[in-house]
Structure formats: C-alpha cells, structure tokens
C-alpha cells in the first residue's frame, strides 16, 4: 500500500516541477523577446496613428530625392516615403553603401516629436531584398515599380 501513494506522490511531484519550469521557460522568452518584436509601420500608417516614443518600431520605404542632410560628425538626416506620406528620419551613423535617394530602406528606431530617431538603417536595392511589408506599403500608395533586370 505504502509503495503505491509513494509512486503517486513521485508523480504529482515530477508534474508540478514539469508545469513550473514550464511556465519560468515561458516567461524568460517574453522577456528575451520584449524588444526583439519591432512591428513594420509604413510612412502613412505613422501619420495615421503616431506610435508612443518608447516603442520601438521599423519603418521603411523610400528615400526621398533632395532629402539627404549630412550634419555635424556623422548626423544624418534625410525623409522616407511610401508614395502618400513622408517622415523625417535623423540617424547617428554610418550608412550603408546601397543607402542612396529613390531607393528602399528600413530603419529601426523610435518616433519622437515627429521624428524617427533610428538606431539601425539598412538599404534594400530591390524587391529580392525589399521586405514584403516595404514593397506592400508602396504598393498600396501606388508608387511601386517594379525592378529592371540589369
């Protein structure tokens, strides 16, 4: 009698230790994760609904013609477009060689008092590299063309 409730009390043990460790699992990656999520926001979707300055987003679309500012050190500013709206971008940095008017980028960073303040840019030269969320939104706007075989 004896030997059977101490297999059943093994058991309710091994369970209730499974069941914990799960839930500690689960909440270490919530946490790991908290700021590895950064949802794609368009220009107009930005304009349409402002994000709060401590979220972390991306942004992507095209650099606008005529808008690169290069300031003091390695300050630049320059706006990005999908077509219907555009969003003034300043980034502290280095760009990266693709990086150039009329041509796609995605930033991730933040938008505060009108301004995506980005910590990471990278250029996309077409739509092989363009995300899907990129080309969608100039889609949508109507400025999208398609790549030229070169």
Same mark, same amino acid.
């Given at each position: 009698?004896?030997?059977?409730?101490?297999?059943?009390?093994?058991?309710?043990?091994?369970?209730?230790?499974?069941?914990?460790?799960?839930?500690?699992?689960?909440?270490?990656?919530?946490?790991?994760?908290?700021?590895?999520?950064?949802?794609?926001?368009?220009?107009? *979707?930005?304009?349409? $609904?402002?994000? =709060?300055?401590?979220?972390?987003? #991306?942004?992507?679309?095209? @650099?606008? +013609?005529? %808008?690169?500012?290069?300031?003091?050190?390695?300050?630049?500013?320059?706006?990005?477009?999908?077509?219907?709206?555009?969003?003034?971008?300043?980034?502290?940095?280095?760009?990266? *060689?693709?990086?150039? $008017?009329?041509? =796609?980028?995605?930033?991730?960073? #933040?938008?505060?008092?009108? @301004?995506? +303040?980005? %910590?990471?840019?990278?250029?996309?030269?077409?739509?092989?590299?363009?995300?899907?969320?990129?080309?969608?939104?100039?889609?949508?706007?109507?400025?999208?063309?398609?790549?030229? *075989?070169?």
């Amino acid at each position: 009698m004896a030997m059977g409730g101490l297999k059943k009390k093994r058991r309710i043990q091994i369970v209730a230790l499974t069941t914990v460790a799960l839930i500690i699992s689960t909440a270490l990656i919530g946490y790991a994760m908290r700021d590895g999520i950064n949802f794609f926001r368009a220009p107009s *979707d930005i304009i349409a $609904e402002p994000p =709060g300055p401590a979220e972390v987003f #991306r942004i992507g679309g095209l @650099v606008v +013609e005529g %808008s690169i500012v290069r300031g003091e050190s390695e300050q630049i500013r320059f706006s990005v477009t999908d077509g219907g709206a555009s969003i003034p971008v300043v980034y502290t940095g280095v760009l990266p *060689d693709l990086f150039n $008017e009329n041509e =796609g980028m995605v930033g991730t960073g #933040r938008y505060i008092d009108g @301004v995506f +303040e980005a %910590s990471e840019i990278l250029a996309k030269h077409d739509e092989t590299y363009m995300p899907a969320e990129v080309v969608d939104a100039l889609k949508r706007q109507g400025v999208y063309k398609e790549p030229s *075989d070169s």
